[in-house]
């Protein structure tokens, strides 16, 4: 079994539409990331939680929130969907900066 | 400026040939410095782990950070098909700041 999932691994959504992805992790790390990859732009960090009393900002988090509802769980969720929030969503965890696991990507098309 | 850059590729080369990644950056507080390795429909994976200066080897990988010139590559021996992949370079400034990837560049190695 994986030890980051993400549900769904694809999606197709409406503008305007309430989106939740969801990540599970059974690693038992701390820390945990939301990454969105973008072609030409690389990745880009939209919010981070080093544990589950602390919830961060990346560097792209305008129009996302975000949620850690366990140490296990972190979702993230657009609260009104729009086309350019199309895009590659990862969930990622870490002990520490030493190295981060990716889970294996949400694809998710905004019309 | 951006805070790391990468050469956007992508890059072709031929079975055998030595490859070399590079990236350069601005911030002189980086100190820990990652190479992440994505094939086609994954998640990044850790490929190479190197903490302030100097050369780490592993097989035919070998990451290399000269930080008084702001510069790390990433270099790839006798490169195989199997290495065909997007490789991001990372850094970061301390154990406990996240990571700052590059925009990664696209590797194609030609049997």
């Known amino acids: 079994d994986a030890d980051v999932t993400q549900t769904p691994r694809n999606r197709i959504t409406k503008t305007g539409k309430r989106i939740m992805l969801e990540c599970s992790q059974t690693?038992?790390?701390?820390?945990m990331y939301w990454y969105r990859q973008d072609p030409g732009l690389g990745l880009r960090l939209i919010y981070y939680s080093f544990d589950v009393k602390d919830i961060n900002k990346g560097e792209i988090s305008d129009g996302y929130s975000v949620s850690r509802q366990a140490q296990a769980k972190f979702s993230l969720s657009l609260e009104s969907a729009i086309p350019n929030q199309t895009a590659l969503y990862f969930c990622?965890?870490?002990?520490?900066?030493?190295?981060?696991?990716f889970g294996p990507g949400t694809r998710l098309t905004v019309l | 400026q951006k805070e790391v850059e990468q050469d956007p590729g992508p890059l072709s080369v031929p079975e055998g040939a030595i490859v070399s990644l590079n990236c350069t950056y601005s911030?002189?507080?980086?100190?820990?410095f990652m190479w992440y390795r994505q094939y086609s429909r994954k998640g990044p994976e850790l490929l190479m782990y190197t903490y302030s200066s100097g050369n780490k080897e592993d097989g035919r990988f070998t990451a290399q950070v000269d930080k008084s010139s702001k510069y790390i590559s990433l270099f790839i021996r006798d490169s195989q098909p199997s290495d065909s992949a997007t490789y991001l370079c990372a850094l970061a400034t301390g154990a406990n700041s996240k990571l700052t990837f590059g925009k990664g560049i696209t590797l194609s190695v030609r049997p």
């Open positions: 911030n002189s507080a980086f100190q820990y």
């Open positions: 990622a965890t870490s002990t520490g900066v030493n190295e981060q696991f």
């Open positions: 690693k038992g790390h701390d820390r």
